[in-house]
T-cell receptor, first 114, second 112 residues
Framework: DAGVIQSPRHEVTEMGQEVTLRCKPI?????LFWYRQTMMRGLELLIY????????DSGMPEDRFSAKMPNASFSTLKIQPSEPRDSAVYFC???FGQGEEKLFFGSGTQLSVL | AQSVTQLDSQVPVFEEAPVELRCNYS??????LFWYVQYPNQGLQLLLK??????LVKGINGFEAEFNKSQTSFHLRKPSVHISDTAEYFC??????????FGKGTSLLVTP
């Protein structure tokens, strides 16, 4: 398996634009997580899904952020409209339930909002 | 809710010296504890985890950690570090095993 695949690796956009980050989890994994990493706040859990259903979105900072998982092999994190303070590295991770308790992380998307 | 405090933001150490990266957690319920490592421009990788049982946990690359319930700590140790151990290390806690709360990380810098 190729691991968790995120795209794009880098995204530079202007304030006010819509940004969509994409994630393909490892096949067979039933949990998917979105994390945001900044120097100030470290790694923050934004939202996670189990079997494509959002379980906890309490970490989503504002209504400008939304996440979807239309099927087991794809998830998106959307920011609309984007702001400079959204600049961060966004990680997607997946895991196989049933006691595995190990997250597999993608390489992240470096987002810069100018 | 559970949280993690990593007491050192940076730890410089010489090659072949021992190292300890400190982690304290707070939780009102039973927890699972993890250490992850992040190399530059990469995602995080699991080093080791404590779920139950023996309080001394051994992980990859010669790292180990000890769960101390009375001190609510889960410090990471390695008896002799290599240059290649230079990375960011994250302690994490969960009460479900799935949704982890991470500390802010400790940057380990190993120099010759």
């Amino acid at each position: 398996d190729a691991g968790v695949i995120q795209s794009p690796r880098h995204e530079v956009t202007e304030m006010g634009q819509e940004v969509t980050l994409r994630c393909k989890p490892i096949s067979g994994h039933d949990y998917l997580f979105w994390y945001r990493q900044t120097m100030m706040r470290g790694l923050e859990l934004l939202i996670y899904f189990n079997n494509n259903v959002p379980i906890d979105d309490s970490g989503m900072p504002e209504d400008r952020f939304s996440a979807k998982m239309p099927n087991a092999s794809f998830s998106t994190l959307k920011i609309q409209p984007s702001e400079p303070r959204d600049s961060a590295v966004y990680f997607c991770a997946s895991s196989f339930g049933q006691g595995e308790e190990k997250l597999f992380f993608g390489s992240g998307t470096q987002l810069s909002v100018l | 809710a559970q949280s993690v405090t990593q007491l050192d933001s940076q730890v410089p150490v010489f090659e072949e010296a021992p190292v300890e990266l400190r982690c304290n957690y707070s939780s009102s319920v039973s927890v699972y504890l993890f250490w992850y490592v992040q190399y530059p421009n990469q995602g995080l990788q699991l080093l080791l985890k404590y779920l139950s049982g023996s309080t001394l946990v051994k992980g990859i690359n010669g790292f180990e950690a000890e769960f101390n319930k009375s001190q609510t700590s889960f410090h990471l140790r390695k008896p002799s570090v290599h240059i290649s151990d230079t990375a960011e290390y994250f302690c994490a806690v969960s009460n479900s095993g799935y949704a982890l709360n991470f500390g802010k990380g400790t940057s380990l810098l190993v120099t010759p």
